[in-house]
């Protein structure tokens, strides 16, 4: 197999074929109804209202992918999960016995391995939605696959890991807006009811003009797998998915992007460029930093610090901050003047006994789900795929500052031809040397 560590870094390829000029014109809203009184928000639902019943397959039966199976048919009456299909046979065995145990049986024949499992599920004429939780490498080829098979989508962040995956990712987008097909992506904190409430606040001017943000996800290091015996090199990778750039991206992509996409729902708009820096002093496993600090700037001197970092013993916390010229705001639940005195708090329901509750009433994973039923029960169009292409690559853009040492353009990185995938993907040897970027050098990512 070709040296799967191949990289290609800025190159200027034309976007043929998605009919966009600039970047500009992916940010464009859909014209549809949505139904939300405003823009660029989610409804807040109390469940998926009732209609025809609506079948959905999973790809991908991972921890991830079941817990959003379980997801979609807990928010609301008549949701059936129908197929299953992954690259391993134990992952499909694990999930069946998830549902098993519900008294939700999965049928043995709709249920595909491989890596063309996802086009023989995506076949079946009765399924309406599929459930996209593979490693995001596969996000861009398998989303194309359900649209052309006239299928609603829900996809799990992040949706690419490079360039040449998030043009494809808004060039289907498009395809599925031209034939009413809703798409739901799982940036749960824009369907969160606190964020939801405090965007809206933000957004009638309770902060004034936004000057600066940062965000952060700062945690131990993350799960990892240790090779047995009979893997063979694509095998361990895809079984360590999230230790492997060209699979996952790195953790600025698998977790940080949720935070970055939090920023730019309350800028209103993805950064002009980045610079920054990242290294890897204590990772052991895959090919990947275990730091990064990123500045990203939004044009007219605003700029947002994001940072993520995963090394054991130090100190943790995940979040957001919006700073304007009338205050400031966790995005979450709080909006404080520029004295440090509360000027709005989110009322969370309460319990039993009167007291306040520390979260809302409905998971936002949850929501995610019953946002996409409602849109395809109602007829209240959404497609978040474009919106969350946007900030994967606002992810991909600080991971290449930080990879390279070089400021990154906005245009330069959506143009750009880099492609962290395998010409081909099959199970065998794989030439595993993986060369760390190091800033400052020819040897791009």
Same mark, same amino acid.
């Given at each position: ?27 464009? =809203? ?33 921890? #991830? ?27 499909? $065995? ?44 596969? #996000? ?27 043009? =494809? ?6 395809? &599925? ?34 000057? =600066? ?60 460029? &980045? ?123 600080? #991971? ?10 906005? $245009?330069?990185?959506?143009? =750009? ?29």
């Amino acid at each position: 197999m070709e040296n799967i560590g191949r990289r290609k870094f800025i190159g200027k390829t034309a976007l043929a074929g998605i009919g966009i000029a600039g970047a500009g014109a992916f940010l464009t =809203s859909c014209s549809r109804k949505t139904g939300n009184e405003v823009p660029g928000v989610a409804p807040v639902l109390s469940g998926a209202p009732k209609g025809r019943k609506l079948k959905a397959g999973l790809v991908g039966t991972g921890a #991830r992918g079941t817990g959003a199976a379980i997801n979609f048919i807990s928010c609301g009456p008549d949701l059936e999960i129908i197929a299953l299909a992954d690259v391993f046979q134990d992952k499909i $065995d694990a999930c069946r016995e998830r549902f098993a145990s519900f008294n939700l049986p999965i049928p043995a024949e709709n249920c595909f391995t491989g890596f063309d499992g996802y086009k023989k599920l995506m076949a079946l004429s009765d399924i309406d939605v599929v459930i996209l939780a593979t490693p995001p490498q596969f #996000r861009p080829e398998h989303f194309l696959e359900a649209v052309q098979n006239n299928k609603h989508c829900f996809l799990e962040k992040p949706v690419a890991v490079d360039p040449v995956g998030i043009r =494809s990712v808004m060039a289907t987008a498009k395809k &599925a807006e031209a034939i009413g097909l809703n798409v739901v992506t799982g940036t749960q904190r824009r369907h969160q009811e606190d964020y939801i409430e405090t965007f809206k606040q933000v957004a009638s001017g309770a902060i004034g003009t936004i000057t =600066s943000a940062k965000a952060f996800w700062n945690q131990d290091h993350v799960w990892f797998r240790e090779r047995e015996e009979g893997w063979n090199d694509m095998e361990y990778m895809i079984r360590n998915w999230n230790n492997f750039c060209w699979l996952c991206g790195d953790h600025i992509l698998d977790t940080h992007v949720h935070n970055i996409d939090v920023v730019n729902w309350f800028m209103g708009k993805h950064p002009e460029k &980045a610079i920054g820096y990242g290294g890897r002093h204590r990772r052991v496993t895959g090919d990947q930093y275990d730091f990064f600090s990123i500045d990203f700037d939004y044009g007219n001197g605003v700029s947002s610090h994001s940072m993520c970092r995963q090394i054991d013993s130090c100190a943790n916390g995940t979040g957001e901050l919006i700073i304007g010229t009338e205050g400031y705001t966790n995005c979450q639940n709080t909006i404080w003047d520029l004295d440090g005195n509360i000027k709005w708090k989110f009322e969370y329901p309460k319990d039993e006994n009167g007291n306040a509750m520390n979260a809302v009433k409905i998971p936002p994973y949850v929501q995610e789900h019953m946002h996409l039923v409602w849109a395809i029960r109602t007829g209240n169009y959404v497609n978040e795929a474009e919106t969350t292409a946007v900030s994967t690559l606002t992810a991909i853009m600080g #991971r290449t500052a930080a990879y390279t040492g070089r400021l990154i353009t906005w $245009d330069e990185i959506l143009k =750009s031809d880099m492609d962290l995938g395998p010409v081909k993907i099959e199970f065998g040897p794989v030439d595993m040397e993986f060369p760390v970027p190091v800033p400052g050098t020819p040897v791009m990512i």
